[in-house]
């Protein structure tokens, strides 16, 4: 069996270890000649150290939950925080979760199904200010749960581009013999590449039981926005309230959103967290407040 075909072979079998199949093809990356090839398979055996070189497929926007404390001993867990009022360096951290870890890792948490980050104790107590909740309740603690769903969707990602890229050589008439004497044209195997390995880099922002692409709101289109908040199952008295929101708010003046869009997300996320609201609250608040950012051109590209 030559090389492109034993780690097709690995790739859909489903015992076979994702880590031992990209050593393969690492061998394969030497062979066609191909930096940004070899570059990715070494980021994905042994994890990416920057932000810059993450991939879209290795981000994801969490939900995040609270611990209350209050008088009399009293305690309120696993509160929906809203982000939406956060400082932007506390923002960014509640608003999004980076997987770095190379795939060996991943594959020994992927079977694991209590995963979360604890916020930093620091970053609990700055957000103490604006987070409130009723009856003198304190936030003590923090953290984001991480459906182990999500780990296995990044190897599976990994593999199937890793799949079609060797497919992608094969249909392209690579033999075991070009790779043999390194005689793969480096069009061909960089074409290959950018086509299936870079490939469509908007991911998901996914919740325990929901995926839904990024970019499924375009800036300045109120009509994406009605029906990406209608898919979430939003009231449809919600749904003429912020279209009406931002016809009178149709810009962001210096970065933030305008009073009425603010407090209509308030409005609803709070629907959300006294249980009012029949979505899941693992998925719909954070998608929601994304949309909002995503209408006025606010969140960073996905």
């Not at 061998?27 to 570059?39: D, K, M, S, V, W």
């Not at 995963?115 to 620091?122: D, S």
């Not at 870079?198 to 970019?215: F, L």
């Not at 970065?255 to 308030?266: R, T």
Request: hydrophobic residues 40%; aromatic residues 8%.
């Amino acid at each position: 069996m030559n090389l492109l075909d034993e780690i097709c072979s690995d790739l859909v079998n489903e015992s076979a270890s994702l880590s031992n199949t990209l050593r393969k093809a690492k061998i394969l990356a030497n062979a066609i000649g191909l930096p940004e090839f070899r570059e990715w398979v070494e980021f994905e055996l042994n994890g990416y150290k920057s932000l810059k070189d993450l991939p879209e497929y290795r981000h994801f926007s969490p939900t995040n939950f609270g611990t209350f404390v209050g008088p009399f001993q009293s305690m309120t867990k696993n509160v929906v925080l809203p982000t939406f009022n956060l400082p932007d360096d506390l923002k960014e951290y509640a608003e999004n979760f980076y997987f770095f870890q190379g795939v060996g890792e991943l594959e020994a948490l992927a079977p694991k199904n209590s995963l979360h980050q604890k916020w930093p104790q620091e970053m609990v107590m700055l957000a103490r200010e604006h987070v409130e909740l009723s009856g003198g309740m304190v936030l003590i603690d923090a953290k984001q749960p991480i459906p182990s769903h999500l780990v296995s969707g990044i190897l599976d990602k990994v593999k199937n581009k890793l799949l079609d890229f060797v497919l992608g050589l094969q249909e392209n008439n690579v033999t075991s013999e070009d790779l043999r004497n390194r005689q793969v044209s480096s069009e061909v195997a960089r074409n290959t590449f950018n086509t299936y390995i870079i490939g469509d880099q908007n991911t998901v922002a996914s919740g325990e039981n929901v995926t839904q692409r990024i970019k499924t709101v375009q800036r300045g289109d109120t009509g994406s926005l009605l029906n990406f908040l209608r898919e979430l199952n939003l009231d449809e008295e919600d749904v003429r309230e912020i279209e009406t929101a931002v016809s009178v708010e149709p810009n962001a003046s210096n970065g933030q959103l305008g009073p009425k869009v603010k407090a209509w997300l308030g409005g609803v996320i709070a629907k959300m967290a006294s249980g009012a609201f029949g979505a899941s609250l693992n998925t719909t608040a954070v998608m929601l407040t994304k949309a909002i950012h995503d209408y006025y051109g606010l969140n960073p590209s996905c």
